[in-house]
């Protein structure tokens, strides 16, 4: 009888310290976010909503001129246009076909040039001031290797494109996440790309929770902080990287906040654009998020 006694005593002991543990290690966790989104600039819980239109259901990527932060340029993965979105007007009041249907998730813009990236690698680019001209239009294919890719960003600070892996070969199995830099031409064309490797080990000594891979959506560069943004609508995080790609930061949200968060975009002001897909509501959404001085 006392050996059972003392046997469930230490079971009642060990199950004690278990809970103990976790609730400090969850507390830990806690902690370490917190203290992340304290130092980040940008409140995700508070932004002024857009409502958008029924073409935008699957908005896929989204950009400024880098001289013009009335306009916002668009694509939806279903067709190929590209379509100008006025926010003081909350319209659209512009779209150019620039190609057939098809899986277009990226664009980014240098104020002369608009790229816009295909799901397969493909970047389309045209002249900014267009004319409607679909002749103006050129495609450079095979640029990458094949995979699926989501994510373009110009960086005015060294003239450059930079692309991210969704799914990439080269990252299976492996705890890195590969990108492609290009840089840009005068004549709108691009150079042969460099690769990079971002270190997804890094994740883990922010959260814990996460995992060693990531599946990216969106890209661009804060030219405010000197900082990379990547967002992953699949996981649910927004991470803030310095010009190396070092992982400074990472925001974890909700699908509450965001139905399913394709595109990011920085004004010339400093204010964080996200675009959402419709999904389950009513409409695509695009969410302002003021700069925090």
Request: aromatic share 10%; glycine share 6%.
């Amino acid at each position: 009888m006392k050996n059972i006694i003392f046997t469930l005593l230490i079971a009642v002991l060990i199950h004690i310290l278990y809970s103990c543990q976790n609730a400090s290690n969850g507390q830990q966790q806690s902690n370490q976010q917190t203290a992340l989104l304290v130092n980040f600039v940008y409140d995700l819980a508070n932004s002024k909503k857009y409502d958008l239109s029924s073409n935008l259901d699957e908005i896929s990527g989204i950009t400024f001129h880098p001289d013009n932060s009335n306009l916002l340029y668009a694509i939806q993965d279903e067709d190929g246009k590209v379509f100008t979105y006025d926010l003081s007007t909350e319209k659209v009041v512009d779209e150019f076909t620039f190609g057939k249907n098809g899986d277009y998730e990226g664009i980014a813009t240098d104020g002369k040039y608009i790229y816009v990236l295909r799901s397969d690698g493909d970047i389309y680019y045209f002249p900014f001031e267009h004319n409607r001209d679909k002749n103006s239009v050129k495609i450079i294919k095979n640029v990458v290797p094949k995979g699926e890719y989501e994510s373009l960003a110009y960086q005015a600070k060294d003239n450059s494109l930079l692309i991210l892996c969704k799914e990439c070969k080269v990252d299976k199995s492996k705890a890195t996440l590969t990108g492609y830099k290009f840089g840009v031409l005068p004549d709108g064309s691009l150079n042969t790309p460099s690769s990079f490797a971002i270190d997804l080990q890094q994740l883990k000594s922010l959260d814990n929770t996460l995992s060693t891979q990531l599946k990216p959506a969106a890209i661009t560069y804060n030219q405010h902080s000197n900082e990379w943004y990547i967002l992953s609508s699949i996981d649910k995080v927004l991470i803030v990287a310095d010009l190396d790609f070092h992982i400074k930061k990472v925001i974890p949200f909700k699908r509450s906040q965001f139905e399913q968060p394709e595109g990011m975009a920085i004004s010339k002001e400093g204010h964080l654009y996200i675009s959402s897909e419709m999904g389950n509501t009513s409409s695509a959404s695009l969410y302002k998020f003021q700069m925090q001085k």
